[in-house]
């Protein structure tokens, strides 16, 4: 058993469910319990989806228990076919089904319907969402190819720029979903950055897709495989069967932009430079002009899917100035790519799914910004850090009206605002420092428009979620040990640092006197400690 | 109370429901838990589950708002059901784990799920066990251990709280011979409690007691001299526990709108003997006062058609509340099931001509909703948004679990939660 407050991925068939709703004309069957259509809020209220996704359920109870679910199944399953009409069925089984040991996948594949049936096997007991919309992606392209995938010692496939002479080079963008972070865009933009070096998008799956799309897969000369979460199982079973080769890097960031460019150059013969050259990022001249030298060395923490995570991290480091000092991720199947991140950032990866264990990390790290998904979000507002989400899970205020992608040129626009507008301060963090010793200006000032003298906020009331949160959670850490005291001399020495640093120059030196055992935090401790914490 | 006595007097066979059966797009019992630990405040839910029922309860509780909430998941795994482990052993070490870090944790329950329910996972022997061992209250500990079941195989949404509530009965001391008590059940806001505490005060009904209450190491007492009045419409387990320690049963509407409450209310003067004097004398100024504050949205909803989708239990009192009170013109009732105990005095009161379903077949359901294009289809978070795409206007109902809408003061809020999407709609050019 394993002990879960707040989860990262849902169960495997969520993540079928997501490549049902990515596409059309597929309809998926879940053989489960009463109560698992919760599930159908997910698109409709986080993505505000105006269709109810293509999901049926056998919404099975106790009584039905005592006669036979498998009989529901059937029933639901010959509803479901007449009622939508889909080209492709899904059937899958929800936890509770799957103990029923009903083989649902078999008896609806059994049943005789003149569409494809496609069988999940989604071990809900082991596995996760990401790992569920990957098989699922991977078991409709095999279903719908399997007819056309090419004898064995047929004649080999040409080269890609044979194949291409004479016309533009087609691509596969493969990996968008429903629920995935802002894929609706990066679809957008990667579209427009292929065009722009002359190769066409043949189709996008599965966000989108038909299963007569899914046909014809084969007909582009690659495949972009973007989120290696959903896609890199359907990519490599296409690279094994098709000969079609795989563009892994994921364009996200200038510098992965850039390789993405290359690799696709190198792969068609196109010469790309100009394309390059031709860049509309405006990320390299907003991080190199002057009020962005207050980014230089910022802490980052970064916790999130692999691909999301890793493009953080190279963002970070490379074209932000930041320094990465946590770096991890949820997406276990991926692990290894992450770690070999970190490697590179001289940090050790941080392969969770405990919610708990991240929130301990960004507590004893102390980062000055937080990079992750829905979950950091609330651990750095508890924590009072700033933060921007980067993936999925998220939330509804992450579904943007705007056109907000992360792919590409005008991603890396994108992120350049959205993970330094946290931050805030730029040059105003020289000012405040400069006027720090203003009469007009402390904390306890009233902001000059406002004439009345700012009351003092009344203490926010000890509801039972803070009382709960001082016991158990992260403050209960961080806090000093009891002998710290502060000396007179050292406490007015402290009402001098600009008061919003100050919380944090209080609580790193009180770590730091706890941790050397010293009693009695003196002036001398105060600037012990700076030079420690200090950069 | 003379008009709800006049129509308590003429009961009628009401027409039977349409049944019917097919996907049920319902929460289940483990919702429940997003507003019971947040009423009981030194309670743990601890579901023993799959990865669905943790995500399914921070789905429900939509956004993240605690570091450590006062609920979580044991997950099973492959190891638990292949027998690897031992679920019981597991458990154990889940439970010491948690209750180490938790000192404010003075009651423990595990909650039953499909998937333990499926394994015959035994959750009272399990809770049994853990009372005698370290930090069980009968073992020493400062923790009491008790199971109820939140399964969609057994529970449809609200009907957790009924379990939860129903285990918690055994607790109960015993009325001492010739006491008496008044128990009022269900989850309420805590400033509603204090209002109804305040009228019950004014009208001599006392002592009266809220279950489930903030703290659950004090709970009061139940027995020969005791009437419940229930708050809520989903206590059918829980009621026939109190009947059976000899508790007396209330029947009576439930507290919506100003006839409900007034009913309600009502129905406990009677049992303590209250004269129609006194109580018109304490209901009176706070129902004039309910009916003005009422008028304002009763222009907004008289005349308007609408549809209630099976969902919490709260549709037909909500109904019936709506139809007389604001002049709605009910289309179709559903009720994911029908507690003839509890509804018998709400259904008297319905107008003729209502379509009342129970159970789902959403798919049929919505083709009616598509077909009759109501004015106002009360429905789940999962529908609610194509309904709307469709041009149709909705009232989410989870919010109808989490808002205070009992009793004379909070009247006028409800009416206005089903307003508010007309009046939006309305105030739109976009």
């Excluded at chain 1, 507590?363 to 009072?384: C, D, N, T, W, Y």
């Excluded at chain 2, 709800?4 to 059966?21: I, N, S, T, V």
């Excluded at chain 2, 006392?206 to 903030?214: A, Y």
Aim: glycine share 8%; net charge negative; charged share 20%.
């Amino acid at each position: 058993m394993q002990l879960t407050v707040w989860t990262y991925e849902g169960p495997p068939h969520i993540g079928a469910m997501r490549i049902a709703a990515s596409m059309r004309a597929v309809h998926c069957v879940l053989h489960a319990p009463q109560g698992d259509t919760y599930a159908d809020l997910l698109f409709t209220m986080i993505e505000r989806g105006e269709r109810r996704p293509p999901v049926s359920y056998t919404t099975f109870k106790a009584r039905d228990m005592g006669t036979d679910t498998a009989e529901l199944l059937k029933t639901r399953v010959q509803e479901t076919y007449e009622r939508f009409r889909p080209d492709l069925l899904l059937v899958g089984e929800a936890c509770t089904a799957e103990l029923l040991q009903d083989q649902a996948g078999g008896l609806a594949e059994s049943m005789g319907l003149p569409i494809p049936v496609v069988p999940l096997e989604l071990s809900a007991f082991s596995r996760q969402e990401n790992w569920g919309a990957s098989e699922t992606f991977y078991q409709i392209v095999r279903r719908v190819l399997h007819a056309q995938v090419p004898a064995p010692g047929a004649a080999a496939r040409a080269s890609v720029s044979e194949r291409c002479a004479g016309r533009r080079p087609r691509a596969n963008l493969l990996g968008p979903t429903s629920l995935g972070f802002r894929c609706r865009d990066d679809v957008v933009e990667l579209t427009r950055l292929l065009d722009s070096i002359g190769v066409d998008v043949n189709l996008v799956a599965p966000l989108g897709a038909t299963p007569a799309d899914i046909a014809r897969i084969p007909e582009a000369d690659f495949n972009c495989c973007l989120y290696p979460e959903t896609a890199a199982s359907a990519c490599s079973w296409l690279e094994r069967m098709f000969k079609q080769p795989t563009v892994k890097t994921v364009p996200i960031g200038v510098g992965a932009t850039r390789d993405f460019l290359s690799e696709i150059g190198a792969l068609t013969g196109i010469d790309v430079s100009a394309a390059i050259e031709a860049s509309t990022s405006r990320l390299p001249w907003y991080s190199r002009s002057v009020d962005s030298t207050y980014l230089t060395g910022k802490r980052v923490f970064i916790f999130a899917d692999a691909t999301h995570a890793i493009s953080a991290a190279r963002i970070c480091t490379e074209e932000l100035g930041f320094k990465v000092v946590g770096l991890g991720t949820y997406s276990r199947e991926l692990a290894r790519e992450v770690r070999a991140a970190a490697a590179r950032y001289g940090v050790e990866a941080l392969i969770t799914d405990d919610y708990l264990e991240v929130e301990a990390q960004v507590a004893a790290l102390h980062p000055e910004l937080v990079l992750g998904s829905q979950m950091e979000r609330h651990i750095a507002k508890r924590f009072g850090v700033p933060c921007a989400v980067i993936s999925a899970p998220h939330h509804v205020q992450d579904c943007p009206a705007r056109y907000a992608p992360q792919m590409g040129f005008e991603g890396t626009n994108v992120i350049f605002d959205t993970w330094v507008h946290p931050l805030m301060m730029g040059l105003e963090e020289h000012l405040l420092t400069m006027f720090r010793g203003d009469a007009e200006f402390h904390d306890e000032a009233t902001p000059s428009h406002l004439h009345a003298p700012a009351k003092t906020p009344p203490a926010t009331p000890q509801t039972p979620e803070t009382v709960s949160l001082a016991e158990g959670g992260p403050t209960a850490q961080t806090a000093p040990d009891a002998g710290v005291a502060w000396s007179p001399e050292g406490e007015r020495e402290l009402k001098k640092i600009p008061f919003f640093v100050r919380g944090k120059a209080r609580r790193n030196t009180e770590l730091f006197a706890a941790q050397r055992g010293i009693q009695t935090i003196t002036v001398e401790t105060l600037y012990d400690a700076k030079a420690h914490f200090g950069r | 109370m003379s008009g709800a006595d006049a129509a308590l007097a003429r009961p009628r066979a009401y027409p039977e429901p349409l049944r019917e059966q097919g996907q049920c797009e319902v929460f289940c019992g483990l919702s429940a838990i997003v507003w019971l630990h947040r009423k009981m405040h030194d309670t743990f839910f601890l579901v023993v589950g799959s990865r669905t029922c943790a995500h399914l309860l921070q789905s429900a509780a939509g956004v993240m708002i605690f570091a450590e909430p006062r609920f979580a998941t044991a997950i099973l795994q492959e190891r638990d059901l292949a027998g690897i482990a031992d679920c019981h052993d597991e458990l154990d070490s889940v439970v010491n784990r948690l209750l180490e870090r938790r000192a404010d944790i003075r009651t423990l329950f595990l909650v039953g799920s499909c998937p333990s329910e499926v394994i015959k996972l035994d959750l009272d022997k399990a809770a049994e066990r853990l009372n005698q061992g370290p930090l069980g209250l009968a073992g020493g500990g400062r923790v009491k251990v008790l199971a109820f079941s939140g399964s969609g195989l057994e529970t449809t949404f609200t009907q957790g709280e009924d379990q939860c509530v129903a285990a918690l009965v055994p607790e109960l001391p015993r009325l001492p011979s010739g006491a008496r008590n008044l128990l009022v059940l269900g989850t309420l806001a805590d400033v509603v409690e204090d209002q109804f505490k305040r009228v019950f005060d004014a009208l001599g009904i006392g002592p009266v007691h809220f279950i489930p209450g903030i703290d659950t190491t004090a709970f009061p007492p139940v027995g020969e001299g005791t009437s419940v009045l229930f708050a809520q419409p989903f206590f059918n387990e829980t009621a026939g526990l109190l009947a059976s320690r000899g508790a007396r049963l209330l029947s009576a509407p439930f507290p919506f709108g100003v006839e409900g409450t007034l009913a309600w209310l009502g129905a406990a003067a009677r049992a303590w003997g209250v004269s129609d004097e006194q109580f018109e004398r304490v209901t009176a100024a706070p129902a004039e006062r309910a009916r003005g504050s009422l008028g304002r949205y009763r222009e907004v909803l008289a005349g308007r058609r609408m549809t209630f989708l099976p969902d919490s239990q709260l549709e037909i009192p909500l109904a019936r509340f709506l139809a007389r009170e604001c002049g709605v013109e009910l289309l179709e009732v559903g009720t994911p099931y029908l507690d003839r105990r509890a509804m018998q005095p709400e259904l008297d009161l319905l107008p003729d001509g209502v379509r009342l379903v129970e159970g789902q077949d959403v798919e049929r359901q919505l083709d009616r909703v598509a077909a009759e294009r109501p004015d106002l289809t009360v429905c789940g978070l999962g529908l609610a948004n194509p309904l709307e795409a469709l041009g149709l206007r909705t009232k989410w109902s989870i919010e109808l679990v989490f808002t205070p809408i009992h009793g004379f003061e909070q009247a006028a809020d409800l009416a206005e939660l089903f307003a508010r999407p007309l009046l939006r709609s309305a105030a739109l050019k976009v």
